[in-house]
């Protein structure tokens, strides 16, 4: 059922007290709270929570509500993965849901090799260049090479410090989505290798996706393929992920003739793809 009660607009809110200049006499203006809500669903939501529920208390019950978020989430098509799995705090559901993005830093070798721990750095050793083909994503100029022997690197991403606070994580469990692109040259095989794991607070392996490794055929026709996983009904406990690849040429080659990674991907996604 819809709320009748109403707020003052003029004086703010009904609890508000005149400013000095304003006479108590002042006409206000009587507000539905469902007309705030409607008010408040139409700006910005920063601003809803950084001004509006900071003005008075009948405007804070608004901005705090279950409601106006799940109204919220409806209306800009974040909905649930599993409607068994309602989230407690849809304020949080939906600001996840609307921040989603890739957790791994630096993915395409933009800023060498910045947020990446190098594990092994065989034959002569990981390298940056310019895209061997044209990828799919215009906006990827760069990929990380490998060499004779085994080359992997690897990154371990807080889940708290990202944003996802344990409850929401435990409670929710949303899907991790892990991607990552890897090709080889023409004339040169390639091998590569992967493995993301789902670690608790003590980093223990909770889940683990470790495939096979891909082997490309010397005289390949030089195109990018892209590994995809996700991570679905894994527990509570998970705190980090750990993503790990990289390969090395089957040749043996001296130089840079291994595998190719680039535009690696770790996201938390709450919402249901559109």
Same mark, same amino acid.
């Given at each position: 059922?819809? *709320?009748?009660?109403s707020?003052?607009?003029?004086?703010?809110?009904s609890?508000?007290?005149?400013?000095?200049n304003?006479?108590?006499s002042?006409?206000?203006?009587?507000?539905? $709270?469902?007309?705030?809500? !409607?008010?408040?669903? @139409?700006?910005?939501?920063?601003?809803?929570?950084?001004?509006?529920r900071?003005?008075?208390r009948?405007w804070?019950?608004v901005?705090?509500? !279950?409601? &106006?978020w799940?109204? *919220?989430c409806?209306r800009?098509?974040?909905? +649930?993965?599993?409607?068994?799995k309602?989230?407690?705090?849809?304020?949080?559901?939906?600001?996840?849901?609307?921040k989603r993005?890739?957790?791994?830093k @630096?993915p395409?070798?933009e800023d060498?090799? *910045?947020?990446?721990?190098? +594990?092994?750095n065989?034959?002569?050793?990981?390298?940056?260049?310019?895209t &061997?083909?044209?990828?799919?994503n215009?906006?990827?100029?760069? @990929?990380?090479? /490998?060499s004779?022997?085994?080359?992997t690197?690897?990154?371990?991403?807080?889940?708290?410090?990202?944003?996802?606070?344990?409850?929401?994580?435990? !409670?929710?469990?949303?899907?991790?989505?892990i991607s990552?692109?890897?090709?080889?040259?023409?004339?040169?095989?390639s091998?590569?290798?992967?493995?993301?794991? +789902? $670690?608790?607070?003590?980093?223990?392996?909770?889940?683990?996706?470790?495939?096979?490794?891909? /082997?490309?055929?010397?005289?390949?026709?030089?195109?990018?393929h892209?590994?995809v996983?996700?991570?679905?009904?894994?527990?509570?406990?998970?705190?980090?992920? *750990? &993503?790990?690849?990289?390969?090395?040429?089957?040749?043996?080659?001296?130089?840079?003739?291994?595998?190719?990674?680039?535009e690696?991907?770790v996201?938390?996604?709450?919402?249901?793809? @559109?």
């Amino acid at each position: 059922m819809k *709320r009748r009660h109403s707020v003052m607009m003029g004086t703010a809110c009904s609890d508000s007290s005149p400013s000095p200049n304003q006479s108590s006499s002042e006409p206000v203006i009587p507000l539905q $709270l469902d007309i705030l809500e !409607e008010i408040f669903l @139409n700006l910005p939501p920063q601003h809803v929570v950084c001004v509006c529920r900071l003005v008075c208390r009948q405007w804070k019950d608004v901005a705090d509500s !279950e409601s &106006f978020w799940r109204e *919220r989430c409806r209306r800009e098509g974040y909905q +649930l993965r599993d409607p068994s799995k309602v989230p407690s705090n849809w304020r949080l559901f939906y600001f996840l849901s609307k921040k989603r993005r890739n957790l791994i830093k @630096n993915p395409r070798a933009e800023d060498e090799f *910045r947020g990446w721990r190098i +594990l092994r750095n065989g034959g002569h050793k990981w390298k940056i260049e310019g895209t &061997f083909g044209q990828h799919s994503n215009p906006a990827v100029q760069k @990929n990380y090479v /490998t060499s004779f022997d085994w080359c992997t690197k690897e990154q371990v991403i807080n889940l708290k410090d990202e944003g996802y606070c344990p409850s929401f994580m435990d !409670e929710f469990q949303p899907h991790i989505r892990i991607s990552d692109w890897y090709g080889a040259r023409s004339d040169c095989g390639s091998i590569y290798i992967i493995s993301v794991q +789902l $670690l608790d607070h003590k980093k223990n392996v909770l889940q683990n996706f470790s495939p096979e490794p891909a /082997t490309i055929p010397q005289w390949n026709d030089q195109q990018w393929h892209q590994m995809v996983h996700v991570f679905k009904d894994y527990g509570p406990g998970v705190r980090y992920v *750990r &993503f790990t690849h990289g390969g090395k040429d089957t040749q043996f080659w001296a130089g840079w003739y291994g595998i190719r990674v680039t535009e690696s991907c770790v996201e938390v996604c709450p919402a249901l793809d @559109n």
